[in-house]
């Protein structure tokens, strides 16, 4: 198996209640650890 | 002043900054910098929310805390590189410049620099000092005999894409099964009954707890995501509290969030998230979280105040 077949497609699973992870401006995604798919991993420092 | 950087689409800082005098923050949105105005220069530096009609310069701060200076719409960079991709890197660079500055002049509020950055690799080694760990391999090229036999889940290094809209979360796999051209990090499955994160903020902690089967044993956030809910606070015992405290001094960092899996009344130690998302376990600050982490960045600007060095 390749990452690509192990991977998790994450669209529309933001769809249910105020987890829209795509939505860009209002960021209505704050009930989701991490507040998205990336914000916890992100390397924002160096 | 406290200059907070980040980007427009942090919730986290659109609830702390209300436990925050507003009139003493500026915020800087990194991926809106139609929004801002910026001058360094050799006798001090000036950048300005034109929105809100702020200002914050060498004379007015007293903390930077770092959130999220990121992108989350993410562009095709063409092969030999485009203006924007050079807008967003040159602008990130610089303010990671001025974050390093500010840290060593002892301005950065809570969140420190990651210069001795503790990844999956190095927490899951010193995790072995204070926590159960579940058996983990990262490997490539070939199999290691371990994985022949019990079960196993499949994790990310990074919060790399795959690909469109594809993300690598924590699944159950088959190891034997993986092509081993790829780089992978395993982790034997712990089946405990409930998942607990702490938030830990300088010496304080906060804990919350979700059952183990909301969401099937696999990664809480996709489960979250289609169905988000909160998790209530939960105690923690005296030495986890312990534990908890002997990680962050031994890593040297003074604030995280931490996922565990609690299984047999024991705390086993899955990762350490050193800036990510808090503020979705309180929303509302009705726990006190949000209050908690305001204060802690707070204690560090009063004390910046009283010491001047920019």
């Known amino acids: 198996m390749t990452p690509n077949e192990i991977a998790t497609n994450i669209a529309g699973l933001g769809s249910a209640g105020s987890g829209n992870i795509t939505t860009s401006t209002s960021f209505t995604h704050s009930n989701i650890p991490g507040g998205g798919y990336s914000m916890d991993d992100a390397n924002t420092w160096d | ?310």
């Not at chain 2, 099964?177 to 010496?203: A, C, H, M, N």
């Open chain 2, 1 to 310: 002043m406290i200059f907070i950087s980040t980007c427009s689409q942090d919730t986290t800082t659109d609830i702390v900054m209300k436990e925050l005098d507003a009139d003493d923050v500026l915020r800087f949105n990194i991926d809106k910098p139609e929004d801002h105005a910026w001058d360094f220069h050799r006798d001090g530096f000036r950048i300005a929310d034109k929105i809100g009609g702020k200002e914050i310069t060498d004379q007015t701060m007293t903390s930077f805390y770092l959130r999220k200076p990121m992108y989350f719409d993410r562009i095709d960079v063409p092969k030999y590189g485009c203006e924007e991709n050079w807008r967003r890197e040159e602008t990130k660079e610089l303010f990671s410049d001025f974050f390093r500055e500010c840290q060593s002049r002892g301005l950065v509020a809570l969140v420190r620099s990651q210069s001795n950055k503790y990844g999956k690799l190095r927490q899951l080694i010193a995790a072995n000092n204070h926590f159960r760990v579940a058996p983990w391999h990262f490997f490539h090229g070939e199999l290691p005999d371990e994985l022949n036999r019990g079960r196993w889940v499949v994790k990310p290094v990074t919060g790399t894409a795959v690909g469109k809209d594809k993300m690598m979360l924590v699944r159950a796999v088959d190891p034997a099964k993986l092509d081993l051209s790829y780089p992978w990090f395993v982790q034997e499955r712990i089946d405990g009954e409930e998942e607990v994160t702490v938030v830990y903020i300088d010496g304080r902690t906060y804990a919350a707890s979700a059952p183990r089967d909301s969401f099937g044993g696999e990664d809480s956030r996709k489960s979250l995501m289609e169905n988000p809910t909160s998790w209530p606070r939960c105690a923690l015992s005296t030495d986890e509290e312990r534990a908890i405290k002997g990680f962050m001094d031994e890593t040297g960092y003074r604030f995280g969030r931490f996922d565990f899996i609690r299984k047999d009344g024991e705390l086993w130690f899955l990762e350490l998230n050193p800036n990510g998302q808090w503020a979705w376990l309180d929303e509302r600050n009705e726990n006190g979280l949000v209050t908690m982490v305001a204060d802690a960045i707070k204690s560090e600007d009063r004390a910046h105040r009283e010491n001047p060095s920019l």
